[in-house]
């Protein structure tokens, strides 16, 4: 199951020492983050990685070196720095098989938006399926590799651990096609609702009860010669084909036998 490549808008950095070093990428994982400070645009993120750090910019007198593939914006835009066969400067030792996503977030909590929930689904759902990875096992937050001491990262992701289960299960859900993109709901927004996975409408089974007693035939046709038997009054059948014909039209039932559709004989019922 292929599922279709989200809209990427494309900010390519660069090749720099500090953000785009050209070293090749075989990605294993998708790693998730988050920017740092909620409601703050991810534009701004992708600014800061291409046009101050990717110049050579000093934090306590040290050159900053951080990039990410991907930096997914509150409004849900997705926009892609690196080529994903390239590394990034995003998970620390996770860097040389990792897919690194910034992720913008919003409120107290560093939830996410429906549009951002939704195209981080989306998103990591794709880079999984296009390298037939698991969501469930190899989408891994930044925390992961480097511990909590170290950083909580995507802070909301590590402290509801139940809500980072359940966005595994949506990327899951619609890499397998049992969801589509419009089904996905954003868990993490305090609202209790998560993805449901649409039930499809089930078709109901055709039967027939017998009204009158009524010949039934080896072949779609009325002939004395394909008679095979008599059903009577009262028992009901299940249909599986209903033969047209010239003249009076036959069911199929489940047996392999036809029998005539007339409503004289037979009355048809559903469930
Ligand atoms: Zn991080």
């Not at 690196?82 to 996503?101: F, K, L, M």
């Not at 990875?133 to 001491?149: E, N, P, Q, S």
């Not at 047209?244 to 004289?264: H, N």
């Amino acid at each position: 199951m292929s599922i279709v490549k989200p809209t990427i808008v494309e900010k390519w950095q660069k090749k720099n020492k500090y953000g785009r070093p050209g070293t090749p990428l075989n990605y294993t994982k998708v790693a998730i983050h988050y920017t740092g400070e909620a409601d703050v645009k991810g534009s701004a993120t992708v600014n800061y990685f291409n046009n101050v750090v990717a110049n050579g910019t000093k934090v306590n007198g040290k050159y900053v070196y951080a990039s990410a593939h991907f930096v997914i914006d509150l409004d849900g835009t997705i926009y892609q720095l690196i080529p994903t066969d390239e590394r990034c400067y995003c998970t620390n030792s996770a860097n040389r098989y990792a897919i690194g996503i910034e992720v913008a977030t919003t409120g107290q909590d560093n939830h996410y938006t429906d549009a951002t929930y939704k195209s981080m689904v989306h998103l990591c759902a794709w880079l999984c399926d296009r390298k037939g990875l698991d969501c469930k096992k190899d989408i891994i937050r930044h925390t992961d590799v480097v511990g909590r001491a170290y950083k909580l990262c995507p802070i909301y992701m590590v402290l509801n651990p139940s809500k980072y289960t359940q966005f595994k299960l949506d990327c899951a859900n619609l890499k397998a096609g049992k969801i589509k993109t419009s089904n996905i709901i954003n868990c993490t927004n305090g609202k209790g609702k998560v993805t449901v996975i649409p039930t499809t409408a089930t078709t109901k089974t055709k039967y027939i009860r017998i009204l009158k007693d009524v010949n039934i035939h080896s072949k779609a046709d009325f002939n004395s010669s394909s008679v095979v038997g008599k059903v009577t009054a009262g028992g009901a059948y299940t249909v599986v084909e209903t033969i047209k014909r010239t003249g009076t039209d036959m069911y199929k039932l489940k047996s392999g036998v036809y029998i005539t559709a007339s409503p004289k004989y037979v009355e048809v019922f559903e469930r």
